[in-house]
């Protein structure tokens, strides 16, 4: 099994918890245990990413995506083409 599939379970583990915690606060905002909480996991979130994209290339094409070498891209093998 490719080592990325369990960091991208754990990101999805995060998205989901940022997104399940952002909808609580957008109902109750004054909630500071769960503004807490969103702060942590959106800080974990985005660590996550970032070594995820430093390790495997970057997770989206929109212009946030952390690239060391972008001309990487079309002189490497694509992930799945390593197996």
Known sequence: MCPCND??????????????????????????????????????????VHDYEKAFGPLTNFGSAFVENPKA?????WPWENY
């Not at 891209?73 to 093998?77: A, D, F, G, S």
């Open 7 to 48: 960091s991208l379970i754990n990101i999805m583990m995060y998205q989901f918890c940022a997104v399940d915690l952002n909808l609580y606060l957008d109902n109750f905002p004054n909630d500071k245990n769960a503004r807490e909480d969103y702060d942590k996991v959106s800080c974990k979130l985005t660590s996550l």
């Open 73 to 77: 891209w079309v002189e490497q093998p």
